[in-house]
Nanobody, 113 residues
Framework: VQLVESGGGLVQPGGSLRLSCAAS????????MNWYRQAPGKKRELVAR????????NYADSVKGRFTISRDNAKKMVYLQINSLKPEDTAVYYC???????WGKGTLVTVSS
């Protein structure tokens, strides 16, 4: 199993980023996919979830209206569009298939002026 997150970077408050996660080594289309984040000194938290066919999504209250999760099953990719970024969004972002211990190395998002 391999999960490779990308798309992070340094962005000013109010900016946007699109994170990507490339998945391989498991039956991607069978899994609900999560995006988690872990800020420095804090526990990893779930920010968004999308069902296997993409028909349903859920978001943490802290990101509702700003983050959008999507997936492309043909490409085995899951995405996280993050808008109106705030300094408190600074974290390493990870994708994860639901109910598994599969994790990538994450991608760092830093929101700072």
């Amino acid at each position: 199993v391999q999960l490779v997150e990308s798309g992070g970077g340094l962005v000013q408050p109010g900016g946007s980023l699109r994170l990507s996660c490339a998945a391989s080594g498991f039956t991607f289309t069978s899994f609900t996919m999560n995006w988690y984040r872990q800020a420095p000194g804090k526990k990893r938290e779930l920010v968004a979830r999308i069902t296997s066919a993409g028909g349903s999504t859920n978001y943490a209250d802290s990101v509702k209206g700003r983050f959008t999760i999507s997936r492309d099953n043909a490409k085995k990719m899951v995405y996280l569009q993050i808008n109106s970024l705030k300094p408190e969004d600074t974290a390493v972002y990870y994708c994860n298939p639901l109910m598994t211990t599969y994790w990538g190395k994450g991608t760092l998002v830093t929101v700072s002026s």
